[in-house]
Structures are given as C-alpha cells and as structure tokens.
C-alpha cells in the first residue's frame, strides 16, 4: 500500500467512529486537505483493493480487510508517539507529525518488539486507547468537561482535539493528563469555566472544555459519557 492509500485509510476509520454512519467523500477530502475528485479517485483504488466498501453518492466504509489495515496504523502510529515522549524527552505536542512519517513503516517484527519494550502501554501521549497485536482497543467511559457541574472533580483522562496549537495551548495554562481539575464555578451565559489545577485557579472557554475528556469521582449517569476509542 502507498502512504496515500494508507492515510486514506485512517481517515475513513476515524470518520466513521465519529457518527457511526458511511462517511461522504466531502468529508474524507476536507480531512486529507484535498479536492473531493481526488479523494473520489482514490476510493476507487481502495474500493479494487477490497480494503472500502464503496458506492458512488452514497458514501464509503471500510471492508473487514480495510480496518484491521487501518487499526495497524493506528497501533503503529500512538506506539511510536509513546516512544518518542517516554524515551527520547519530545512534548506531547511534537510527536504527532513524526509519528505520521514512522507510522507508515512497514516491520511488523519492529512493531512488537517496540510494544513489548515500551511495556504494552495502553495509552498513547494524549490519552487515546493503543490497540493490542490483534487490533483490540481498550474502551474506557470518559466525559467532557464541559459536561461537569460547579462542585465536580475529575482526572484529566484525554484530549478530543490533538492538534499542536490546542496542546500548545494546555502547555501554557499548565494541564496534563493525570491532572485533578477541580469545577469551581459554571457561567451560565457562555458556559466558561473557573477550575483549580495543580493549585491554580484558571477559566477555560466552554470551547476548550469541550475538548477535554475527564474521568474521577462525579456521578457518571448525570453525564453524557463518551466510550473513548479514538
């Protein structure tokens, strides 16, 4: 398979465990930053593969074959971005765009061994669920911040948004993953935040708080909890 066709691949997968429904090749291009003809173009080629499931108008999923090449990817890629933050020092912020290139490599024997000499980790930097040899993921039920009320604790768990500039972001108000975040106040107009972590008050639009996966001590069934397995 070519890079192209494999980071076709991811994108569909992703796509479709956003809304559970055949995702439509306007959606696949704006994710590959690519005109829709092309995109249309390389479905075909999946499509002949046997990798999608592919009708013209009518939107594309992935064949059996498709997602356990797409679940490999996956593994590969969050492998390599543990690698990089435990073993060589790179931020959670840095290693996106490097593990994009490393997860294309093609050594199964490689992968393994990188696996068992990171000890198995079930998580990846930005909390999202690693998927064993066999394409297994561990789902947890985590819930948005935003979804907490005045009063509430929590343990940052994961971030929705795992793009530079929203890590960049938490880097500078101080939150990581394993951090408690304590809800001191809701403001009932634009749902913003005032929280305590590690000792220091901050405020969080309700847009960053939606981009926040939390897991603690709240009443779960009050939320709408998310089974995480992006």
């Known amino acids: 398979m070519t890079l192209s066709e494999e ?63 797409a679940i490999a990817i996956i593994r590969k890629h969050r492998l390599w971005e543990v690698f990089l ?50 394409g297994v993921f561990t789902t947890t039920i985590q819930t948005l911040l935003s979804e907490l009320k005045q009063g509430d604790k929590g343990i940052c768990a994961a971030v929705k948004n795992t793009s530079k500039e929203f890590l960049v972001y938490l880097n500078k108000m101080n939150i990581a993953l394993g951090d408690e975040i304590d809800v001191l106040s809701k403001e009932p107009f634009d749902n913003s935040m005032t929280l305590l972590v590690n000792d220091k008050q901050i405020n969080l639009s309700a847009m960053v708080c939606r981009n926040i996966y939390v897991n ?3 009443k779960k069934n009050e939320y709408n909890s998310t089974i995480h397995q992006r």
Do not use: C
Not at 21 to 37: P, R
Not at 41 to 52: P, Q, S
Not at 123 to 128: N, V
């Open 7 to 69: 980071n076709h691949l991811k994108a569909i997968f992703h796509l479709y465990n956003e809304k559970k429904e055949e995702v439509n090749t306007n959606a696949i291009a704006e994710v590959m930053n690519t005109k829709a003809s092309s995109v249309t173009d390389m479905l075909k080629r999946l499509a002949d593969k046997e990798l999608i499931n592919y009708v013209k108008y009518q939107g594309v999923t992935l064949t059996k074959k498709g997602t356990q090449k």
């Open 85 to 134: 933050v435990e073993k060589l020092n790179f931020s959670w912020d840095e290693v996106h765009e490097i593990a994009e290139e490393l997860e294309h490599i093609q050594s199964e024997k490689l992968i393994e061994r990188l696996d068992a000499f990171l000890d198995f980790p079930k998580k990846d930097p930005h909390g999202d669920p690693i998927p064993n040899k066999e």
């Open 216 to 218: 603690g001590n709240f």
